[in-house]
């Protein structure tokens, strides 16, 4: 019912019922791309002020969920561009982060050297545990490397439009995406294939 | 090479040509290294899975339980309303 409301009714709704209505759904995909929860509900609070505002652009031509779903997508990228900027203007990203358990010795070499995986690609696709796994792994890692990795992997994303996006040069985005690569892989190690 | 720099290479090759030279020496590493060999095929799968998250993991979220906490509900309620008024 809420997600075939017509332009009308959602023009002459109390803006309040919006919230029950799809406060939670915004919250859930908020938090399939960020584990910090507080800033999650941010963003799902931004939204709906933004909605408010510009109520009278929602044109009845999708779904209201899918449009709300669009203004806060735009507030997460948002998000991730300026947490990107201050992380790389903080932080010489060539030296790599300061890390709580470095992954390699000082001589270059495995800590932990990693496991043989068994794995059936086909069978973990269908998996959902699996990407429950996942997601909980991409939540854990630093956001703005979990962006860059969303963007590449999951959007094909060229690098060039990486940098673009972000405002970053291309060395940042290979970096970043080799951090995150690395970071992916020891916690499904961990996680999934142990 | 150490496996450090290896694993980099093995990385960075997925964005851009590595040169001769580079090939060359990440051929030998991973020819002699276990583990990179190991982490070589995981990136492959990896990035293979990878491709298939999206509609994935947003449909394992929205499955999931998460509801917006009962003050934060009640905060944007008061925000919208008064907006309401404002207008």
Not at chain 1, 87 to 113: H, M, N, T, V
């Amino acid at each position: 019912m809420a997600s075939t409301q017509t332009k009308e009714q959602i023009q002459s709704q109390d803006p309040a019922e919006w919230v029950d209505l799809y406060g939670d759904m915004l919250l859930r995909y908020a938090l399939s791309r960020m584990r910090d929860r507080d800033l999650a509900e941010d963003l799902v609070q931004e939204t709906f002020l933004v909605a408010w505002k510009n109520r009278k652009e929602f044109a009845g031509r999708s779904r209201f969920s899918t449009w709300l779903v669009a203004i806060l997508r735009n507030k997460v990228a948002d998000h991730f561009r300026r947490e990107g900027r201050r992380k790389s203007s903080s932080l010489d990203e060539s030296e790599g982060e300061p890390e709580s358990e470095p992954l390699f010795s000082k001589w270059g070499k495995w800590k932990r050297s990693p496991k043989s995986w068994s794995a059936s690609p086909a069978e973990l696709v269908e998996n959902r545990e699996f990407w429950v796994v996942v997601a909980g792994c991409l939540g854990d890692m630093p956001a703005h490397l979990a962006y860059v990795l969303r963007l590449r992997e999951f959007k094909s994303a060229k690098t060039k439009d990486i940098c673009s996006l972000l405002e970053i040069s291309s060395s940042n985005v290979s970096v970043r995406l080799h951090r995150a690569r690395l970071l992916l892989r020891r916690c499904l190690e961990e996680k999934w294939f142990s | 090479m150490k496996c450090s720099h290896a694993t980099k290479l093995l990385s960075e090759a997925e964005e851009r040509q590595l040169t001769g030279r580079e090939r060359l020496r990440l051929r030998f590493h991973v020819f002699v290294c276990t583990a990179c060999r190991r982490f070589k095929k995981q990136l492959g799968l990896l990035r293979l899975l990878l491709t298939e998250a999206s509609p994935k993991i947003l449909a394992a979220v929205y499955a999931s339980d998460a509801t917006l906490s009962a003050s934060r509900r009640q905060e944007i309620k008061a925000l919208l309303r008064r907006a309401a008024e404002e207008s």
